[in-house]
């Protein structure tokens, strides 16, 4: 058997630009969050229950190469690097992880971080298990390994209500960074690691990566005729709207398709809309 820990790096700590919001990679903030480091020691625990192998697949650009050498000393058979630019969608990262767990690792159990660092929008294990065509739980508190293959986990749900799930093999986990505490590798695995050929594959970069924002987000200005009236009392009722007439809140219940044009004829009573 094998596990597979997914690990992303990203900016941990990055620069934002007061004025307009830019953001800006800082030096030597990147690294793996709190929950990969987690996903990367519950691999291990797995794998040491099971006696099977374990590796690590990174989405990211050259420097992610320092961290991989460093979760390989402390116990990692095999580490892999896609070559991917940070800011790519979930989408993009799924698809260039999966080729290598299916073709080059054959992964029966894969772990993820429940979020990045960067979008954290915790769909890249939701992607992958979709492309896999394995058993999913996210959101894990805790997970202890059964009979070979087989996993009992707790999953966090709303209301601070509690799940408990069995799945098998072929599965993919999302763990929180509070459910394990990676374990520090020794000074030797340290030294020889430096040493250590990174396996590279290409990555699928999204055409539709988002651009970094330049200037905060401002909604289109309303053209509204200039109020009339003798006196400024007037005029500033008329700008308020104190004395305007309003349509009380309404529950309306329509098929989809007329619910969407309710909501288009709103937007353009409301003057949103041309």
Known sequence: MLVAACV??????????????TVHPAPRSAGWSSADRSAVEVALELAEVWGAEVAVVCAGPVAAEVGLRDLHAVGI??????????????????ASLAPILT??????????????????????????????GAAQAMGLLKVTASAAGEVSAVRRLDGGRREDVTLKAPAVLSVEGAVATLRRASLGSTLAA??????????????????????????????????????????VVQLTGALVERTPPRLVELDPPAAAQAIVDQLRTWGYLD
Do not use: M
């Open 8 to 21: 992303k790096w990203a900016e941990l700590r990055p620069v934002v630009d007061p004025v307009h919001g």
């Open 194 to 235: 430096n040493t250590l050929t990174i396996e590279t594959y290409p990555g699928r970069s999204s055409a539709h990566a988002e651009l970094p924002r330049t200037e905060p987000w401002r909604p289109r200005t309303r053209f509204l005729p200039a109020p009339s009236g003798e006196s400024a009392l007037d005029r």
């Open 77 to 94: 058979s095999r580490v892999i690097r896609v070559d991917l630019e940070p800011g790519q969608p979930s989408e993009a990262v799924a």
């Open 103 to 132: 073709n080059q690792l054959g992964a029966d159990v894969v772990v993820c971080g429940d979020y990045s660092a960067d979008r954290g929008s915790g769909s890249v294990p939701v992607y992958l298990a979709h492309h896999l």
